[in-house]
């Protein structure tokens, strides 16, 4: 029985970014569910993702891009049939560490010069990429024309999100694989070969190149890893 791949997007993205990957999965012969991830807060949003692998019948593969990493690292505890875990130019915190604290554990990112920042009612604030600099900061890979449209669709990052610290989380004990870009203007690079050492992962890819927005820019390297996930017996 073939693994159901569940894929959470991150920040400034939303699920059909991942249409190339989930192609190329598709032709694979694999069941896709690209699931909802709100960005409102760290444990919400796994709380959410973990109700929906409850309903999923037999292995799961739980794959995680940016923000998203953060959110399988939680919502994957204590679901017995999430078989692998694969970090898309993903966070993996550790317990008690935010995705603010990990994006600046290195230096590199660019990001805080680039957000859009819109005041809640409830005193927290949503954080958006500004639009004319989020080709360059986010997808400097990714086509002008396409890039514009992802710019107008991005869904913002809520700042409780960005400073929950995770729980314990689930790469302890759940195989993972890593994929990040050399490029990353969001994530240093050094972050994410830190967090795939860290998490001692079975494989660790480094797209040369490639920016933070590689579910869309490199579709068949991320489908690749995905798939090596899938079929290992790790």
């Known amino acids: 029985m073939k693994p159901t791949i569940v894929l959470v997007h991150g920040a400034f993205a939303e699920s059909a970014s991942w249409s190339g990957v989930i192609q190329r999965l598709h032709t694979d012969g694999y069941p896709v569910v690209a699931a909802p991830n709100p960005l409102r807060s760290l444990s919400g949003d796994a709380a959410v ?20 990493g953060a959110v399988i690292s939680n919502a994957a505890v204590g679901h017995e049939n999430v078989k692998a875990l694969v970090f898309v130019a993903a966070f993996a915190p550790e317990a008690g560490e935010s995705i603010g604290e990990l994006s600046g554990k290195f230096p590199g990112s660019t990001l805080g010069e680039t957000v859009h920042e819109v005041p809640l ?14 080709h360059q900061q986010f997808a400097a890979d990714v086509p002008a024309e396409q890039a514009v449209i992802d710019a107008a669709v991005q869904r913002p990052l809520n700042t409780t999100a960005l400073n929950e610290g995770s729980g314990e989380p689930a790469w302890r004990t759940v195989p993972s694989w890593f994929v990040y870009p050399e490029l990353d203007r969001n994530i240093p690079l050094e972050a994410h070969r830190f967090m795939a050492e860290r998490a001692s992962s079975h494989l660790g890819v480094e797209l040369p190149g490639a920016s933070h927005a590689i579910p869309a820019s490199e579709p068949a390297a991320v489908a690749g890893v995905i798939l090596a996930a899938a079929t290992s017996n790790a």
């Open 49 to 68: 993702v973990s109700s929906l692998l409850a309903t999923i019948e037999g292995p799961v593969v739980l794959v995680g891009h940016s923000y998203g």
């Open 121 to 134: 009612a409830d005193g927290t604030v949503d954080l958006y990429i500004e639009q004319a600099k989020f």
